[in-house]
């Protein structure tokens, strides 16, 4: 009796190193999800070729669209298309007016979440034969938006190449809009994992 209270104080000791570990870490990622968000948040795949670009409808759209027109007339890929309910038109014509053939921007007008965007416009992709396809956002929403495409068609390869209209944020604090955005976005990706399965890893 008297050997294993020793033994039951070891245990209890690591498991004590475990808990404080584990809240370290916590408190480690928690901090760098503040004070860096951008290296948290974005996705960057950098340079590459696909079949089509998706642009997601949303904040800061104008700065979305300027990136898909960029990434087109580099030659990233020779189809766009526009995904979300109430901005598609616009963006197409946004798009024709500033060099983009409208014959090459496709709509998808029925999405209102990013969830929806994944899931409406996978089937457009599919009947144009795409297996390779670049999606087009902002920064701090690359991450859940190319997981969420990525979770509801694992067949196809996803890239991301976003906006980055901000610029670098070196803090939470600054610009003021932008860090409204980043708050949520820490929480949709947590809401989305919970709720929908869609790992943001």
């Not at 033994?7 to 004590?16: A, D, E, H, V, Y």
């Not at 480690?28 to 948040?41: E, K, R």
């Not at 007016?97 to 090459?104: D, M, S, T």
Request: net charge positive.
């Amino acid at each position: 009796m008297a050997q294993s209270r020793p033994r039951q104080r070891r245990r209890s000791g690591k498991l004590l190193r475990w808990f404080a570990g584990f809240i370290l870490l916590a408190l480690l990622a928690g901090g760098a999800s503040l004070f860096f968000p951008q290296d948290v948040l974005t996705v960057e795949s950098g340079p590459v070729k696909a079949d089509v670009l998706v642009v997601l409808g949303g904040s800061n759209n104008a700065d979305r669209l300027r990136r898909t027109a960029e990434l087109y007339h580099a030659g990233a890929a020779p189809r766009i298309l526009c995904s979300g309910e109430g901005n598609c038109e616009a963006n197409q014509a946004w798009l024709a007016k500033n060099g983009v053939p409208v014959a090459a921007v496709l709509l998808e007008n029925r999405s209102r979440t990013t969830r929806e965007n994944a899931q409406l416009s996978i089937p457009i992709l599919r009947k144009l034969g795409a297996r390779h396809i670049i999606i087009v956002t902002s920064w701090y929403h690359s991450r859940r938006a190319c997981h969420c495409f990525e979770h509801y068609a694992p067949d196809l390869a996803f890239y991301s190449r976003p906006a980055y209209a901000a610029g670098p944020l070196p803090s939470p604090w600054q610009p003021q809009g932008i860090r409204g955005h980043v708050r949520s976005e820490y929480l949709k990706l947590l809401g989305y994992l919970v709720r929908y399965g869609i790992s943001p890893v």
